[in-house]
């Protein structure tokens, strides 16, 4: 697990390994979501580069009933 400071400026940097590990450049947008105490840096992707990731998951207990339309 790697550690990483908040600056001044409410900025982080992504430890390297896991820029690496996670094949992120630089500019790349990311979405950021925060839940429960938790904040989590989801990469965009080109909607080509997500086809079929999903294929056979088991989807029960993702989303919360209050997400549901």
Same mark, same amino acid.
């Given at each position: 697990? /790697?550690e990483? /400071?908040l600056s /001044?400026k409410?900025?982080?940097?992504?430890?390297?390994?896991?820029?690496e590990? @996670?094949?992120?450049?630089? $500019?790349?947008?990311?979405?950021?979501?925060a839940?429960e $105490? @938790?904040i989590s @840096?989801?990469?965009?992707?080109? @909607? #080509?580069e997500?086809? $079929?990731?999903?294929k056979g998951?088991d989807?029960s $207990?993702?989303? #919360? #009933?209050e997400?549901?339309?």
């Amino acid at each position: 697990m /790697s550690e990483v /400071s908040l600056s /001044s400026k409410f900025q982080i940097v992504i430890p390297k390994e896991i820029r690496e590990r @996670l094949k992120l450049k630089k $500019g790349q947008k990311m979405q950021v979501i925060a839940r429960e $105490g @938790l904040i989590s @840096l989801v990469p965009d992707q080109p @909607l #080509e580069e997500l086809r $079929g990731f999903l294929k056979g998951m088991d989807t029960s $207990g993702i989303r #919360e #009933e209050e997400d549901r339309v």
